[in-house]
């Protein structure tokens, strides 16, 4: 018979691995991340990105972080309040957009060029009028950068916060890295490391506020039911430690309580204690498949690249 402590985290692996494919089902965009063996799409098993993707907890708690800073951003909030239907199918939106991130880091180039291409598509089609009556675009340079700033910055901080050390020099690179999706999106003046995020951060906090559209979005957010087990227990602890990345002053912004910040500490410490048990739970993800197709081992993973 099997020690205790292995049968009770062999139970915890499966339960783990039960919540995260049905909250987030696999081969959503249709990529084969299996084929062309030796291709190894955008970044390649050497990159920084492909590490710090391959981490679960810290990839979904950084979303959530993302999102919030987005919604402080009022242009960029309004293509997404004005042209998707986050009321009724938030679920599908946060789907969409783990695929994305997932396909761009992991598929063949193709796949990813054949992702970015979709994608900008679907901007070209995003147009609108802000209450003020000011004009916004999605292919707008300066809203893509937002969007892209605040995606990589939750992703870098949620793997560094919930999963494993993460030296400056490898947030650097990572952000030098990554840049390449959002410039092939049409961002522009993208930050290309960590000093260079705080700067643009600083300089964007201006621009930035919480009002009755940022309200009811994060209403939304903070009540979405994923189609898990316990689903409002696991919003509220991955919402809390998607909070508890935030810069200071997001966290001013939003008008988080002294109750919610609170909070965000308990899920912090909760979210890094079984981060270790994702990794054994999802041992056969997208992560791994693409260093098989590349022929290496998924192992490298947890090693930083030279």
Known sequence: ML??????????????????????????????????????????????????????????????????????????????????????????????????????????????????????KIHAQVVGTLPDGSAYTAEDPELLTWAHVTEAYGFLEGCRRYC???????????????????????????????????????????????DERSREVLDVLSAVRLPVPLPGVSRDMFLAAGAALLPEWATRLLGRSRGQQLQSVVAARVLRSVAPLFRIALDDGISTRACRRVGEDPAILMRWPA
Request: contains cysteine; charged residues 20%; positive net charge.
């Open 164 to 210: 494993r050390d993460v030296p400056q020099a490898i947030a650097d690179r990572y952000y030098d890295e990554y840049r390449r999706v959002a410039e092939a999106l049409g961002a522009r003046d993208v930050p290309a490391s960590e000093a260079q995020v705080q700067a643009y951060f600083a300089a964007r906090q201006p621009q930035l506020r919480m």
């Open 3 to 120: 020690p205790l402590s292995r049968r009770v985290s062999t139970a915890a692996t499966a339960q783990i691995r039960r919540w995260v494919l049905d909250a987030f089902p696999r081969n959503q965009n249709g990529v084969d991340y299996d084929v062309p063996a030796g291709d190894p799409g955008w970044f390649g098993p050497g990159s920084v990105t492909w590490r710090i993707h391959s981490e679960f907890p810290g990839m979904l708690a950084g979303g959530l972080c993302a999102l919030m800073l987005q919604l402080l951003h009022p242009r960029a909030l309004a293509g997404v309040y004005d042209h998707s239907n986050f009321r009724q199918d938030l679920v599908g939106r946060l789907r969409r957009t783990t695929s994305f991130v997932a396909g761009t880091s992991y598929a063949p180039a193709a796949e990813v060029d054949a992702l970015i291409a979709r994608v900008r």
